[in-house]
């Protein structure tokens, strides 16, 4: 009983989530204001502005980091992990987002052109992230994680 207590009492677990929910709940928002449609689906979509898993990852480096400093080995190990999620949104995802919107131009080039039986699903293009957008999420992490460690 007590690990299902220290789940549910770890505060920097629970400021990373909603961090991560808040930078969601963004998403819908500038839509709506940027674009002027109502897409509560973009709550639930990858990519986009900003990035929830920055936010997220970067929310729980700095938890760990006002908690245990940032000398720590936990702040190091935190810390490296955030890189790499980060990285990885910004570049092979960003990258497969890419070819994705490529090959889903080339299937279209091949419908007009044979027609009958040709009607692959096309594939996903808005999964990762530009520059701005992580740094977008960083922020959104870093600022629940000063906050949460200030109030909470």
């Known amino acids: ?13 629970w400021v990373a989530v909603l961090a991560m929910l808040f930078a969601q709940a963004l998403k819908v928002v500038l839509v709506l204001l940027i674009e002027r449609r109502w897409r509560p689906d973009m709550f639930w979509q990858t990519g986009g502005m900003p990035s929830s898993h920055s936010a997220l990852v ?25 890189l790499i999620v980060m990285h990885d949104a910004s570049g092979v995802r960003r990258s497969s987002g890419m070819q994705a919107r490529l090959i889903n131009e080339l299937v279209e080039e091949l419908r007009a052109v044979v027609r009958e039986g040709f009607a692959p699903e096309p594939l996903r293009v808005l999964l990762g992230h530009t520059y701005l957008e992580v740094l977008a999420g960083l922020l959104i992490g870093l600022l629940a994680g000063f906050l949460a460690f200030r109030w909470l």
């Open 1 to 13: 009983m007590n690990s299902l207590q220290d789940l549910m009492g770890n505060r920097w677990l």
């Open 58 to 82: 970067s929310a729980l480096s700095t938890g760990v980091a006002l908690s245990h400093g940032l000398g720590s080995p936990l702040f190091a190990v935190s810390a490296g992990f955030s």
